[in-house]
Every structure is written in C-alpha cells, then in structure tokens.
C-alpha cells in the first residue's frame, strides 16, 4: 500500500512562490510513477506535472516554465517548486502514485494511489 502525504499549501499574492512536498511510503518512487494534479472548486482533477520512474518529467503547458518538479530519495519525498504564481493557480493540490503507461502520464484515472491533498490559493 502506498501513502502519500501531502505538504506547503498556503494564501500567498501573485508573483509569489510556494514549495510542496509530497511524502511517499518507502520504496514509492523506485516502482512508481508519480505526478502532481490539482483541482480548483467545481472543475475536474487536472494534470500538472509528472515524474516518471525513468526520470523524463512533463509539464502542463499553463505551469510550463514557472513550476519545477523535483525528488529526493532518501527522504521520500516528491516537491513542486512554484513560482511566478497566478490566482488561476488556486486549486488544491493532490499529489499521485501508480504504474502509468506512457500515453496516460496526464491523465489523473491512470494513478492508483492520492494524497489528501493542500490548498493553494493565490490572490490578486
């Protein structure tokens, strides 16, 4: 079973940054893909950013640039690095685990395992 713990939401103004932190269960990023998504009131889980086990990263287009996603081994934990925030960033944040074929790397139904996820909104 893996367990994901998400951390680092806040209210911060546009322009700013925050850092998020994803803990993982031990042994997660070796055996799996894993991916940030976020979900603003009334819409659907929306992709953006991954990290595949091979080590290749994607990017949604509207973050492309401003977000950086990152991991360090020994803590087991996965980050998102973002910065030059916009108040269409406010959503909150979930971060993802699941062995994901490659063309589903966006899609949030190809991930098995959630965290509970951390709000960020970003005011004007």
């Known amino acids: 079973q893996v367990q994901l713990v998400e951390t680092g939401g806040g209210l911060v103004q546009t322009g700013e940054s925050l850092k998020l932190s994803c803990a993982a269960s031990?042994?997660?990023?070796?055996?799996?893909?894993m991916a940030w998504f976020r979900q603003a009131p009334g819409k659907e889980r929306v992709f953006v950013a991954a990290?595949?086990?091979?080590?290749?990263?994607y990017y949604d287009d509207s973050v492309k640039g401003r977000f950086t996603i990152s991991r360090d081994s020994a803590k087991n934990t996965m980050y998102l690095q973002m910065n030059s925030l916009k108040p269409e960033d406010t959503a909150v944040y979930y971060c993802?685990?699941?062995?994901?074929?490659?063309?589903?790397?966006?899609?949030?139904?190809?991930?098995?395992?959630w965290g509970q996820g951390t709000q960020v909104t970003v005011s004007s």
């Open positions: 993802g685990a699941g062995v994901v074929i490659l063309s589903r790397t966006r899609d949030a139904s190809g991930y098995d395992y």
């Open positions: 031990q042994g997660t990023f070796g055996r799996r893909d």
């Open positions: 990290r595949r086990r091979d080590g290749h990263e």
